[in-house]
């Protein structure tokens, strides 16, 4: 038997892998935040955080969590199918589809299952997926496990999207695209995008997890707001990590949808259900929102602020972009706004393109003017370099 010191370590290749990373400016570490509210032992304004509406805390969104755990306990106990689908989850499903104009709603335990669930049971083998170059990782590795045939599209290009559409095979086609693009916080162009889809014979699948809560009336969404809701074609998925401050996902649909996504979506059927509280929370924000509507125009207000700080274009979404080049020059200048009491997002490759290193600025509708005060004068340091 061979001594430990003859053993090759298979897993030698990490430190190789590690190294290269860190070289590049593109190793990443885990930062836990303090417990508490915002502003209460934190010590840090929150602008990197994708609670745009400032729910996440809610002490009547907590009560909601509490209060599901209380009556169904910490977990769902199972799959939806077998214990996993309680009157909690009944009850979200048909709220949220109320809320944002939807014929159905099916709760998943995350976004990222959502979108995976939904594009591998609508697309499969022998349907073709056009997705937009800049869709989400989830909706990415969705068109990976789907094995249809892909064809990427270049970033909000309809025309691109309408030739694949109409040189196709297959009779089964599918369009995936996120609403609000979470690195640059563009708006997709989804009534031409339908526009196409319906010419074609096509499905319209929208990730609206950055487009809840911000765009639309009383934050419904973009595919509300350009009036294509409840179309039957449309598919919609969505997050309740973000604007409704809770974890989870949700896609929205014709009631056949979801009777098929019961019936053959794996990331469904296979995964333990959403948390009871989870499921309550997300509720009690709903609810939240549908009583204070004024949050979602709020949130814009903010992000409208934060880009005249940085010298940027008028925003249409929560997010907003400083983009200073390499990732070694966005991560010192996350360290330097840390420092000085503001907590920004850095992206680094591959959530964006090389060359595009960036601070994501998130806005949120509970930024007090004493926060956007501070904002101004650490980031627009920045924005002159001195972070540099």
């Known amino acids: 038997m061979p001594t430990e010191t003859h053993v090759h370590d298979p897993l030698a290749w990490l430190d190789e892998a590690s190294a290269e990373r860190r070289a590049a400016g593109l190793h990443r570490e885990l930062a836990p ?9 934190r010590g840090a304004i929150d602008l990197s955080s994708n609670d745009y509406l400032g729910l996440g805390a809610h002490p009547e969104v907590i009560a909601g969590a509490v209060d ?29 589809a109320a809320f944002v104009g939807a014929s159905s709603g099916l709760v998943f335990s995350s ?12 697309a499969g083998r022998g349907a073709l997926i056009v997705s ?30 309408e030739r694949a559409l109409a040189v196709r095979a297959e009779d089964r086609a599918l369009v995936i695209t996120d609403s609000v693009f979470s690195a640059d916080g563009d708006l997709a ?12 014979g096509a499905v319209l699948l929208v990730d609206e997890a950055h487009g809840l809560g911000v765009r639309g009336e009383g934050g419904r969404g973009l595919v509300h707001e350009l009036g294509l809701a409840g179309a039957s074609d449309v598919v919609v998925t969505a997050t309740l990590s ?10 929205l649909a014709d009631p056949r949808v979801r009777e ?33 509507p004024g949050r979602a125009a709020a949130v814009l207000d903010r992000a409208h602020e934060l880009a005249r700080i940085c010298g940027g274009a008028r925003p249409e979404s929560a997010v907003v972009s400083l983009v200073l080049g390499g990732p070694q020059r966005a991560v010192d200048a996350a360290r330097w706004c840390a ?14 393109p090389a060359g595009t290193s960036r601070l994501r600025l998130t806005a949120r509708a509970d930024l007090t003017d004493e926060d956007m005060a501070i904002a101004r004068d650490v980031l627009g340091a920045v924005a002159e370099g001195a972070a540099a």
Not at 111 to 122: D, S
Not at 146 to 152: I, N, Q
Not at 189 to 200: F, M, Q, T, V, Y
């Open 33 to 41: 935040r303090v417990a508490g509210a915002p502003g209460e032992g």
């Open 68 to 96: 599901a755990a209380r009556r169904w306990g910490t977990g769902s106990t199972g799959s939806r199918l077998v214990t996993g689908t309680t009157e909690e989850h009944a009850a979200l499903e048909r709220e949220l």
């Open 111 to 122: 976004g990222y299952t959502a979108n995976i669930g939904a594009v591998t049971a609508l």
């Open 132 to 161: 937009d170059a800049g869709s989400h990782a989830s909706l990415v590795d969705a068109c990976r496990l789907s094995r249809a045939r892909v064809a990427v599209a270049p970033h909000g290009d309809v025309d691109a999207v």
């Open 189 to 200: 162009p989804l009534r031409a995008l339908h526009g196409a889809c319906r010419r074609r």
């Open 242 to 251: 973000k604007s409704l401050g809770g974890q989870g996902g949700v896609v």
């Open 260 to 292: 098929h996504l019961i019936d053959v979506a794996r990331s469904f059927i296979f995964d333990t259900g959403l948390a009871p509280a989870s499921a309550g929370s997300a509720r009690a924000a709903l609810a939240v929102l549908r009583r204070e």
């Open 339 to 352: 420092v000085r009491g503001l907590r920004v997002g850095c992206f680094r490759p591959p959530s964006v």
